[in-house]
């Protein structure tokens, strides 16, 4: 069965910057489009940005031009870089399949304050 683990969030200042991982074991990234997404407390969780398997990437317009997302299948990991952070960005990040396949993982809290 597939695992996922995020990591890499933290407590930042407004404008810093993070970078987020989300590792798989049991399992591999090469046919998939993997996303990320993120819940603030009392919210739905968002979709935040996706990348295909052919290297395509997408983003949500809250973060387009401040976040990159990238993968290694090498590495079975996919990568979150995350610039320009704001306050509306504070919420946990998961990663998952573009449909949700994997179980989901225990996300990684970005809080950005200051």
């Known amino acids: 069965q597939v695992q996922v683990v995020e990591s890499g969030g933290g407590l930042v200042q407004p404008g810093e910057s993070l970078r987020l991982s989300c590792a798989v074991s049991?399992?591999?990234?090469?046919?998939?489009?993997i996303t990320w997404y993120r819940q603030a407390p009392e919210k739905e969780r968002e979709w935040v940005a996706g990348i295909t398997k052919d290297m395509y990437a997408d983003y949500a317009d809250t973060v387009k031009g401040r976040f990159t997302v990238s993968r290694d299948n090498a590495k079975r990991t996919v990568y979150l870089q995350m610039n320009s952070l704001k306050p509306d960005d504070t919420a946990k990040y998961y990663c998952n399949t573009n449909y949700g396949e994997w179980s989901w993982g225990q996300g990684t809290q970005v809080t950005v304050s200051s």
């Open positions: 049991g399992g591999t990234l090469d046919p998939y489009t």
